[in-house]
């Protein structure tokens, strides 16, 4: 089993839709969560991030976390075609250690 | 906040020839740096933990005396590729997380990558 897996997509949703991202992970002594949209061609920038079970809203980014489930999420509200990209799930795995395992990603296209 | 510069952000050279890529952090002291590396249509592979002062902490399979780290201040991380073969060349990116001490989970911010290309 993969330590961090996502779809890799591509997913795609029209203009204004709602884009749905979904992450699962297998160390269950995980401590924190990361999402990160990676345009092509260019590093990875921080979107949001989680540490406790239940939803966290900024903007149009709400990132959800599941750790009974081992399940983690991003959604976007209102998407737009700038938001298309590759977006990447990173786990911190080690209680309180820096060192994050990344997921391949998922790939959103948001058709105008 | 959280800037973090690197560079170059292209290098093209020939085999055999080492290349030194650098990472600060602008705005921001960092004990502890990462560096990544990422093939065409595959996610980030953590190469080495960068602190400074000490030893980096290098990922299983990568070899430490063909990528040389050097974290020399709180501020500046430098990775070098020694002796560079066409199958070096790939999305070399670096990334750093505020404050002391490589126990923290906040996030890590990353550089804007070099992307390597060994002839």
């Known amino acids: 089993q993969k330590e961090v897996e996502q779809n890799s997509g591509p997913l795609s949703v029209p203009e204004g839709a709602i884009a749905s991202l979904n992450c699962t992970y297998s160390d269950r002594g995980s401590q924190s969560f990361f999402w990160y949209r990676q345009y092509s061609g260019k590093s990875p920038e921080l979107i949001m991030f989680i540490y406790s079970n239940g939803d966290k809203e900024d903007g149009r980014f709400t990132a959800q976390l599941n750790k009974a489930s081992q399940y983690v999420s991003l959604l976007i509200r209102d998407s737009q075609p700038s938001d298309s990209a590759t977006y990447l799930c990173a786990v911190n795995k080690n209680s309180g250690y820096s060192t994050l395992t990344f997921g391949k990603g998922t790939m959103l296209l948001v058709s105008p | 906040g959280a800037v973090v510069s690197q560079h170059p952000s292209w290098v093209i050279c020939k085999s055999g020839t080492s290349v030194k890529i650098e990472c600060r952090s602008l705005?921001?002291?960092?004990?502890?740096m990462f560096w990544y590396r990422q093939f065409p249509k595959q996610s980030l592979m953590l190469m080495a933990t960068s602190n400074e002062g000490s030893k980096a902490t290098y990922e299983q399979g990568v070899e430490k005396d063909k990528f040389l780290i050097n974290h020399a201040s709180l501020t500046l991380s430098t990775l070098t590729v020694t002796s560079a073969h066409p199958e070096d060349s790939s999305f070399y990116i670096c990334s750093a997380i505020p404050g002391q001490g490589s126990f923290s989970n906040q996030p890590q911010h990353f550089g804007d990558g070099t992307r390597l290309s060994i002839l």
């Open positions: 705005d921001f002291q960092a004990t502890t």
